[in-house]
């Protein structure tokens, strides 16, 4: 079992940035691909951003440019920079960790608002 905690989320100004963190409590190296996801009101869920236990990272086409994923394995840690936001990046992120077959968790969430 992998408990995930994320924090930093809250409110900012189009424009301004943000940077989440997610905690797990498991070594990284034990887990395939950690990921960061959103979901605004009336949306699905969509994946923005992943980065794999070889470093290898992804962006959803919405964020390139914009945020940067990252982890610091020796604190257990994934982060997502958040730069350029945009009114239309409003959601809640969640941290998720992906240990291979079916075998996925998920963080609380937290709620990034861009809002003037």
């Known amino acids: 079992q992998v408990q995930l905690v994320e924090s930093g989320g809250g409110l900012v100004q189009p424009g301004g940035s943000l940077r989440l963190s997610c905690t797990a409590s498991?070594?990284?190296?034990?887990?395939?691909?950690m990921a960061w996801y959103r979901q605004a009101l009336g949306n699905p869920r969509e994946k923005v951003a992943e980065i794999t236990s070889g470093g290898a990272t992804n962006y959803a086409d919405s964020v390139k440019g914009r945020f940067t994923i990252s982890s610091d394995n020796a604190k257990n840690t994934m982060y997502l920079q958040m730069n350029s936001l945009k009114p239309e990046d409003t959601a809640v992120y969640y941290c998720n960790a992906y240990l291979g077959g079916q075998v996925t968790y998920w963080g609380q969430g937290t709620q990034v608002t861009v809002s003037s």
């Open positions: 498991r070594n990284f190296f034990s887990i395939a691909r």
